[in-house]
């Protein structure tokens, strides 16, 4: 089903690409990863891996935002039926903290993480949104251009390559995650102390 997909997208040219990434990050579920097809589309045309990469990451980070701008709209009703009200100022002073960052981490890994539910968040507790892009963007360019760059190196070998290392990227995404969380609490107590 895979490859009658990917060559149904490469066929169809790059505007396919950038309609799924949007799609699927607008909060509409796939069944089709994005991830493999962008390793896919890169390994069938290995000329063109920059362009999937850059389609991949422009329509995933403008899916986002549209993802954002409905919750900033939506989002504190949202966020007062869903979390119980001693939690919010809690909860809220966490993100105003940390968010971008929990936000970072699974919008650059390949491993299913719940970055719709962040997206939300940063709609819901009015991040700004230029903060809100460059990180998604940032993230996005890093884990596109690399996948696409796995499968041009790889080429079919590339899917084997991602499951049998899945553990791997989960526990980058932890180490990450931690290193992240670690350098904003010396960031903190350095500024405090100043």
């Known amino acids: 089903m895979l490859e009658r997909i990917t060559a149904f ?56 935002l549209v993802l954002y701008v409905i919750a900033r709209k939506t989002g504190q009703r949202l966020m007062k ?3 119980p009200e001693e939690l919010r100022p809690r909860f809220r002073r966490w993100f105003d903290r940390y968010g971008l960052v929990t ?6 890994v390949p491993i299913p993480m719940p970055m719709k539910f962040f997206v939300v968040c940063s709609g819901a507790f009015r991040v700004p949104v230029h903060h809100f892009l460059f990180t998604i963007l940032l993230a996005r360019a890093i884990r ?51």
């Open 9 to 64: 997208l490469v066929a169809s040219g790059p505007w396919a690409i950038l309609l799924v990434s949007f799609i699927d990050s607008a909060g509409i579920p796939l069944t089709v990863g994005l991830d493999v097809l962008v390793i896919l589309l890169s390994t069938k045309q290995p000329e063109m891996a920059w362009l999937w990469a850059t389609l991949a990451s422009v329509g995933s980070s403008v899916g986002s």
């Open 81 to 83: 039926a869903e979390a």
């Open 103 to 108: 936000l970072f981490i699974p919008a650059l």
């Open 144 to 194: 596109y251009s690399g996948e696409a760059y796995l499968g041009v190196q790889m080429g079919e070998h590339s899917q084997g390559f991602l499951m049998a290392h899945r553990w791997d990227m989960a526990l980058f995404a932890v180490i990450l995650g931690a290193s992240l969380y670690l350098l904003l609490r010396v960031s903190e107590r350095w500024r405090s102390a100043r």
